[in-house]
């Protein structure tokens, strides 16, 4: 009797353990699902989309947030999606800006979903390691992914130009990693939140 229940406990928890392995091994296929690979090589040409989900006409620094979309269908070699921000014509970032490049003056907005480990607060599209993009393969498909931007308070007012697009970190040293495999160019404006209180109170006149 005593054999008996020590095998049903066995049992249970063998059964518990599975559960769990089948439990994480669904999560992980669930956040994988959005990169397919075909051992197909694709010859047509790559096709990609981006753009920003949450068009509007005007951005509230410190408030709003701008939201970024793309997908792609193609060839690459270890590339992420990500959004390079230029800053308004004679404006700049402060110095302490999260993924400023000090040389262009540029901001990148990374897909951390579309890029391994932990992306550090310098790292940029001119600087990123090399083999971190996830979107790999001769024949790959992506759903759409999406991330955001929040407006800084120290970002300055203006219209703002931002590219939307692929990039490889490939150790290619041929390659500049800097120049987006695909892209669109868009733009957007950010203005304080005082100008928006000051039109909302001329409109209320």
Known sequence: ?????????????????????????RKKDTDDDKIKTSRFVYIGEPIFEGEIKNKQEKYVKNKDIVIFKSQF?????????????IPPKYSSF???????????GNVTSFCDATINGNIQNAWNI????TD???????????????WSWKIPESAPKGDYGVIV??????????????????FYERSFYVTDSD???YQQEIQSQ
Not at 74 to 84: I, Q
């Open 1 to 25: 009797m005593e054999q008996l229940q020590w095998t049903i406990i066995y049992n249970r928890c063998g059964m518990s353990i599975s559960r769990l392995i089948d439990i994480i091994l």
């Open 132 to 146: 971190l993009g996830k979107i790999h393969g001769r024949n790959v498909k992506t759903n759409w992914f999406e």
């Open 165 to 182: 697009g692929l990039w490889s970190d490939s150790q290619d040293e041929n390659d500049d990693k800097s120049i987006p495999i695909q």
């Open 195 to 197: 100008d928006s209180r």
């Open 126 to 129: 001119h600087n990123i390691p």
């Open 94 to 104: 402060p110095p302490n800006t999260f993924h400023l490049d000090d040389a262009s």
């Open 73 to 85: 269908y193609g060839n690459t070699e270890c590339s992420y999606f990500a959004a390079e921000i």
